[in-house]
């Protein structure tokens, strides 16, 4: 199992049993392109563990949180909307140092200063207005905590249909909604600039740290010769940014 | 005459006679995207320039630098290693808060803390190896100096031939030498990710304060529906960098 794709948004799409059955196949299969290249490139971006609180927004089944707490996280929220995915993660999980919390990234209220690292993997697409919730998470965190998050990349997102065929990317200006196709129909997702993405963070007063577009490795390649594409036209906009210290 | 596509590579492409025939023949026309989105885009970005030191690395025919003092700079450098570029620099700029020297911006050398603005008008993509001259501008900078570069758009740079089609990306992944043909043939770029330049930055000890990828309005739009291809692939990025003061 990976720990990708998991929403966070205000819609309800893996809670329909034709997309979760399809989702969970594709997940249980290791078919894509996420245990070759997205998880690795992720992790590395991660700040030392020791003893961190984390909050992980969008976390799907809870393999993330389970891979925080074993690299030596203290606690690990897990949020996720969904009730499958809810569910999943409850009985995937037997570690009392993760816990789940069943809302919209967007909705959570934490104090302030009060987490070490925020992590999101491939869920803030599913968000329609992202600056408030950065606003929020930023507020969560310590100063000099981290925040890193991997999601869908612009050049994706732009004209996701089209995206589907490496090479083609289209209407990058238009910021908004996007209907897709992923299992079932109506899966929506929401598109902005990288730049966009990126001021956002800024604005919500962290400073950029890292910024990756990760693509497969020679190696990884030779295992899996379907991932070439990810070579052409990146897939994945991991972003890792702190809250600065005070002055 | 705008002040674009100017460069500061180690090739001589703007001291090739056809080519400078048709780029200057491009210029005078005003009839590029420059005018109407990349310019305005990027004078936005500029901090206050009231008694600012600046340096414009690939001044061109030193366009940006006569604006540069027209809003309040004390001095502007203009470099560029075009002998072409620099003649008409000289003969088209009669104020003297203005030099030029006729350098490739890697080779320049300006002493620590001296400058408060470097800036590169689309020229940045021109340069092979980008972290050293990175390293080397921020040092000119004093603490709080402002770096405010534009280049071409990676999704552009990374398959040159495929981009001057709109929607069309390609080899995203895979950095360095591109052959182009810009008015005559061989004119090299080099593409790197936008990752890679963001990070390239940020190793170089400067904060990330915006990062823009213009794109046209309605209104320039409907003066220009030319541009329109412009809104459906980003052309040009562009990027402000603060050195960051002393703790």
């Not at 929403?7 to 070759?36: K, L, P, T, W």
Request: glycine share 6%; charged share 20%; proline share 6%.
């Amino acid at each position: 199992m990976g720990w990708h794709n998991v929403s966070v948004s205000m819609q309800n799409i893996y809670d329909d049993e034709v997309f979760f059955a399809g989702y969970q196949a594709m997940r249980d299969a290791r078919s894509g392109i996420n245990e070759a290249v997205k998880q690795p490139a992720f992790l590395a971006l991660l700040p030392p563990l020791d003893d961190a609180v984390v909050v992980d927004l969008g976390c799907g089944d809870g393999q993330l949180c389970r891979v925080l707490v074993d690299k030596g996280a203290k606690s690990v929220l897990g949020v996720d909307h969904s009730a499958r995915m809810f569910a999943l993660a409850e009985k995937r999980t037997v570690d009392d140092r993760v816990r789940y919390l069943k809302s919209f990234a967007e909705q959570v209220t934490l104090p302030a200063s009060s987490v070490d690292l925020v992590t999101s993997s491939l869920a803030l697409h599913y968000v329609a207005d992202l600056p408030p919730l950065l606003e929020r998470l930023a507020t969560w965190l310590r100063p000099g905590g981290w925040f890193v998050a991997s999601m869908e990349h612009p050049v994706v997102t732009a004209a996701p249909e089209l995206g589907s065929h490496p090479c083609i990317v289209d209407n990058y200006a238009s910021e908004g909604e996007r209907d897709t196709t992923w299992y079932v129909e109506g899966v929506v997702k929401y598109h902005r600039r990288i730049s966009t993405i990126i001021n956002g963070v800024i604005d919500a007063g962290l400073a950029i740290r890292r910024v990756i577009e990760p693509t497969p490795t020679t190696e990884s390649l030779v295992q899996r010769p379907n991932l070439d594409h990810y070579g052409r036209l990146p897939a994945v906009l991991i972003l890792a940014a702190t809250k600065p210290l005070p002055r």
